[in-house]
C-alpha cells in the first residue's frame, strides 16, 4: 500500500482553479479501484491518498498524471508500506512481512 502525501507548492488560487480536474482524476483512480481514501491536510497546505493495489512503477505513473503534478501546484511523497493489519474492509490488501 501507499500514503501520497501532497503538499502545495503554489498560492490556493491556482490549486482551486484545477480542483474540478484533480477530483475527476482522482474519481477515475476510485473506479480502477486504486485509491481508497483521500482528503484535505489540516491546515490547507496539501492533502493525503491512500492507494493500493498496485507497485510502486505504476504509482509513480498515476501520481505523474495528476492535473496538480501536471500544472506544478503540488509536490508528491510516497510512502510505501505493508499493510499487515486492517479493517475487514481492506483485507484484500493486506500484506505479510517479508521474509
Known amino acids: 500500500m501507499f500514503v501520497l ?4 507548492t503554489a498560492p490556493l488560487e491556482r490549486v482551486d ?3 474540478g480536474a484533480h477530483v475527476a482524476w482522482l474519481d477515475a483512480r476510485y473506479a480502477e ?10 491546515p490547507r497546505d496539501g492533502g493525503v491518498i ?16 495528476d492535473p496538480f503534478s501536471i ?11 505493508h499493510a499487515t493489519k486492517t479493517v475487514d474492509g481492506l483485507a484484500p490488501f493486506r500484506d505479510e512481512l517479508p521474509v
Open 71 to 81: 500544472e506544478g501546484v503540488c509536490a508528491y511523497r510516497i510512502v510505501e508500506f
Open 17 to 19: 482553479a484545477l480542483l
Open 50 to 65: 491512500l492507494a493500493g493495489g498496485v507497485g510502486r512503477a505504476e504509482i509513480e505513473e498515476i501520481v505523474a498524471t
Open 33 to 42: 479501484g486504486v485509491f481508497l481514501a483521500s482528503g484535505r491536510k489540516e
Open 5 to 8: 502525501e501532497l503538499s502545495y
